[in-house]
């Protein structure tokens, strides 16, 4: 059984910056890609990142130049470098891998507010 173990939300004023991480546990071989996706209440879940074994990226265009993605496959960990956080980032954001179930972390909690 694979784990997907995320960390790093919280609460952050407008302007602020937070770092995820999701760490991938159990018998893992590699994995393909790994990214964040988010859902605000009453909305749908969307792309935030993506990020390939080879180190290709794709970012939904509301948080290029902001976000930034990066992986360790070692480690099998996945991290998202948060930074000028608005308002509108509130969501929970939820870890993606694409070749092991559970596909789905179990989210964590961003808050944007003053």
């Known amino acids: 059984q694979v784990q997907l173990v995320e960390s790093g939300g919280g609460l952050v004023q407008p302007g602020g910056s937070l770092r995820l991480s999701c760490a991938a546990s159990?018998?893992?071989?590699?994995?393909?890609?790994m990214g964040w996706y988010r859902q605000a209440p009453g909305k749908l879940r969307d792309l935030v990142a993506t990020i390939h074994s080879g180190g290709s990226t794709n970012y939904a265009d509301s948080v290029k130049g902001r976000f930034a993605i990066s992986r360790d496959n070692a480690k099998n960990t996945v991290y998202l470098q948060m930074n000028s956080l608005k308002p509108e980032d509130t969501a929970v954001y939820y870890c993606?891998?694409?070749?092991?179930?559970?596909?789905w972390g179990q989210g964590t909690q961003v808050t944007v507010s003053s």
């Open positions: 993606y891998n694409s070749d092991y179930d559970p596909h």
């Open positions: 159990g018998s893992i071989f590699s994995i393909y890609a």
